[in-house]
């Protein structure tokens, strides 16, 4: 058998649901092997298991061809298994290098040799193309680049087989083009790697083969090749899956949010959103398309008052909220749904259902008189949880254990069941299944429909082409174009976004 | 199997009863290493907890300060603070509530509810200060309230030394309207010293529980301990929340030294060095997994232990310093209860490893 992992039968419960149901996953040596399912399905369980981080109740491993008891993450790391986390795994306050070699520091005479192990990642990153700087912090540099030491972790601990649970999901475009191109590399210097992705264009340009799984049951293993991207959504989900996001015509209305001459200074004190002057009307979604770094999230945070604006005013139904608190721009009639669900969106050690009414919890009937009743707010996470197809063991499960697709939901469905007379979705389908991402944007299309002003600022242009009635591009934190949605394609907006038009504009 | 257990969450709640079985044990061997009988040893500190209704009443009298900081602490640590501070906040409570009772008269029925709660706001007002330095200045607030005891001790030292003083080295005796003892309570325990705080510890342990769980502020409270990021995106007030979370740690501090000026003793002497209450109730919130039933039992634990420890002596001749070797040890069992997992995990992978 020339397959490098083999894992019969997994079986991984967790209290009160089924995680790995029966999976089976062979990988051969030498391809990149893709892991494909809903959110929830199982996926970054069964690599868990694989990893040492938890133990099957049944099932057997087989690396090489051996049968193994992979007790803990060094017994992976000795069998030459290496994981990229969906959540990185890194020490904040220490430098790229000092993440690299911990656990495994190069010593001389006691003393960790830090000089010899710059040299060493050094090494590593220019053979595999891996561009880090190796004394920066791990706070102080991209998402990218964060991503690229934890791949160098792995490799710098000679790993064969590298595990990648979604990580494409935070990255940029450009940054995950170079990602492909790296992991090419790596295929190249014969190593192995399991991808997790809910990106089907990703399985179908980098991918060898693909398992299935659905609901913790396998589905099946088929080769890439000769695979549409409807019939692996199909093979996933178990009914058709329409990418296009069916919607009718804008209704507009009167303008809903409105920006003038906003200016809002980054952690540096540099404006990142430079006189920024914008319109969102009732009825229509409006997308930001825009690189990253480009003021997207600041802006973001200034609307919702978790950034403080410098100069220039926000208006909202015609009342001017600049500088408004978050509780009262959420009462002035703003949802938001963040882009980093981990910081801001979720309290991960609180339930679930503590979660989902996270921004109600102090009104009637939860709270009277400054007394909580749990019943009433558990009560209303269930239905939210059911409507909003949230999957998880009960309501009282923290958002901690639940998957990274299905706390993405509950965070959706905290912010649109109020209706929102603005609803602010920054990266609203990082990381969500096809599924998911079409109940999504049918949402989005039905809280505009019903006549609320919807602002949808993404990184994946897509997202932004297929759900907005209008897009408009922001550069270097001003808005530079905006265009009909129906009127551009990807070319136009790609030129428009690296600042095309200002170089358009000087030329004429 | 037993990895399983070691992950889940029963495994927090056996832990207390592990860490107090090995340093029951571990006494034991210390006993036997010094010629004692283990046996005898442990009758007489039982003897000495329940061997009669004043050894009894004695415990509880004992514990109730240590429930009330251990609440203190308890409260601060939910909420994502560590009040090191407790045992400052204790001597600051312990002075305002006997000054509170004897510099004025009033009738029983105002004059008891006074002097309890001025030392519940010296204690609030002492935590206070930690509490909004790290709200407003991001100052740990760990370094401000381990300050805060020393100045609690010499300003509270000096304070009584200077003004106070009364005959020796304490003030005058609170009068019977300011007073937490009772003859009732006294005489179902044989005459021991217990008195109402026991049922005012009690009841804090009750209002701690409905706070955190049962309340708006406890949600947040919790949240804000939890995130800080989300709990500013779900419009909390997150530093207004650490600035009364601290203070509402404090005044569970202010009235365990409240209850012991007003009930055990009735007066506040010049302190040597540090009354302990406030470190100790740490080591109770920490056995007692930082809930409320938890605190009390541990706080009778430990207050059983201490008061037991004499009769123990008498009995069977075993040094009462013993005693604070088993809590020592109970403290030092439940930290490494990680060390535990982390000493399973290596035993269970060398011996896959091998096999
Ligand atoms: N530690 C845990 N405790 C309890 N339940 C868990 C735990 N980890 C995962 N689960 C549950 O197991 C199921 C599978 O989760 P898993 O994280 O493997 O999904 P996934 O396929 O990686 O999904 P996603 O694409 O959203 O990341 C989910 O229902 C999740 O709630
Ligand atoms: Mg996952």
């Not at chain 1, 930001?288 to 978790?306: F, K, P, S, W």
């Amino acid at each position: 058998m020339d397959y490098v992992i083999e894992m019969n039968n997994i079986r991984k419960e967790f209290p009160g649901i089924v995680a790995n149901d029966n999976i089976t996953l062979q990988v051969k040596q030498g391809e990149i092997h893709a892991l494909l399912g809903e959110n929830g399905a199982g996926k970054s369980t069964l690599m868990n298991v694989l990893f040492g981080l938890y133990q099957p109740e049944q099932g057997e491993i087989k690396v090489r061809g051996e049968k193994v008891d992979v007790t803990d993450p060094n017994v992976a790391d000795r069998l030459g298994i290496g994981m990229v986390h969906q959540h990185f795994m890194l020490v904040e306050k220490f430098t790229v290098t000092e993440n690299i070699i911990l656990g495994s520091e190069p010593k001389s005479r006691g003393a960790i040799d830090i000089n010899k192990a710059r040299k060493d990642v050094k090494e590593i990153s220019d053979r595999y193309g891996l561009r880090v700087d190796p004394d920066a912090k791990i706070e102080d540099i991209s998402v990218g680049m964060q991503q690229r030491a934890e791949i160098l972790k792995t490799l710098y601990r000679g790993s064969e087989i590298l595990i990648f649970d979604e990580p494409t999901a935070a990255l940029t475009p450009q940054e995950i083009y170079e990602l492909m191109s790296i992991m090419r590399n790596l295929i190249n210097e014969g190593k192995s790697i399991i991808l997790i992705t809910h990106k089907l264009k990703e399985i179908q340009e980098i991918c060898d083969r693909v398992t299935v799984i659905r609901r913790g049951k396998g589905v099946g293993t088929v080769d890439v090749e000769g695979m549409t991207e409807t019939g692996l959504a199909e093979m996933m989900v178990g009914r058709e899956v329409t990418f296009e996001v069916q919607k009718g015509e804008a209704q507009v209305g009167e303008t809903v949010l409105n920006l003038k001459d906003l200016v809002v200074e980054d952690a540096r004190g540099y404006d990142i959103v430079d006189h920024l002057n914008l319109e969102v009307k009732s009825g229509e979604i409006l997308g930001v398309a825009g690189v990253d770094g480009n003021g997207q999230t600041e802006l973001v945070e200034a609307l919702t008052g978790l950034r403080e604006v410098k100069s220039g005013s926000i208006s909202l139904n015609n009342k001017d909220i600049t500088d408004y608190k978050p509780r009262k721009v959420t009462e002035a009639g703003v949802g938001h749904i963040p882009q980093d669900r981990h910081k801001y969106g979720l309290v991960m050690d609180f339930t679930i259902g503590e979660n989902i009414l996270l921004q109600q919890y102090y009104q009637k009937p939860y709270t009277n008189n400054g007394i909580m009743d749990y019943k009433k707010l558990y009560e209303k996470a269930e239905s939210l949880i059911e409507e909003y197809d949230v999957r998880t063991a009960s309501s009282h499960t923290l958002a901690r254990s639940l998957s990274g697709g299905n706390q993405q939901k509950a965070i959706i469905a905290r912010e649109v069941d109020r209706s929102p007379d603005l609803l602010i979705a920054a990266q609203p389908t990082r990381g969500l299944d096809v599924g998911a991402i079409e109940f999504i944007h049918d949402k989005l299309v039905e809280e505009r429909d019903s006549g609320k002003a919807v602002l949808l600022v993404s990184l994946e242009m897509d997202e932004v082409l297929n759900v907005s009635d209008r897009i408009a591009v922001i550069y270097e934190g001003k808005i530079v174009e905006i265009v009909d949605a129906k009127d551009t394609d990807e070319n136009e907006l790609g030129l428009l976004m690296a600042g095309g038009k200002q170089e358009a504009g000087e030329a004429e | 199997m037993i990895r399983d257990f070691l992950r889940s969450r029963a495994f927090g709640l056996v832990v207390p009863l592990i860490a107090v079985a090995f340093g029951l044990i571990a006494g034991a061997v210390i006993m036997l290493l010094s010629g004692n009988n283990p046996i005898d040893g442990y009758s007489g500190l039982i003897g000495g907890i329940f061997g009669d209704m004043y050894y009894f009443g004695e415990t509880l009298r004992a514990m109730t300060p240590l429930i009330l900081s251990g609440l203190a602490f308890a409260f601060a640590f939910r909420t994502g603070l560590l009040n090191i501070g407790v045992e400052g906040q204790v001597i600051v409570g312990w002075f305002a509530a006997v000054i509170a009772g004897i510099s004025w008269d009033a009738p029983g029925i105002i004059h008891l509810p006074t002097a309890l709660m001025a030392g519940a706001l010296a204690g609030a007002l002492w935590a206070f200060v930690p509490g909004i330095l790290k709200a407003k200045l991001h100052v740990h607030e760990v370094i401000v309230s381990i300050m805060m005891n020393y100045i609690a001790l010499h300003v509270v030292n000096s304070l009584i030394r200077g003004v106070f003083l009364d005959t020796g080295q304490r003030t005058a005796f609170v009068p019977d309207s300011a007073s937490l003892s009772s003859e009732w309570l006294q005489g179902v325990t044989d005459f021991s010293r217990l008195h109402w705080g026991f049922l005012i510890a009690l009841a804090a342990a009750v209002v701690m529980w409905f706070l955190l769980w049962k309340t708006k502020k406890g949600f947040e409270f919790r949240a804000v301990g939890f995130n800080q990021n989300a709990s500013l995106y779900a419009g909390m007030n997150v530093s207004g929340n650490i600035t009364s979370s601290m203070s509402i740690s404090g005044a569970f501090a202010g009235l365990a030294g409240a209850v012991s000026g007003l009930g055990t003793y009735g007066y506040i002497e010049i302190f040597n060095t540090f009354t302990n209450l406030g470190f100790d109730g740490i080591a109770v919130a920490l056995l007692g997994n930082s809930s409320s039933i938890g605190i009390v039992l541990s706080a009778f634990l430990f207050g059983g232990l201490s008061e037991g420890s004499g009769n123990m002596q008498a009995a069977a001749g075993v040094a009462p310093e013993l005693v604070e070797i088993i809590i020592a040890l109970i403290i030092f069992f439940v930290a490494s209860s990680y060390l535990i997992r982390w000493i399973y995990k290596r035993l269970d992978s060398i011996r896959k490893g091998e096999k």
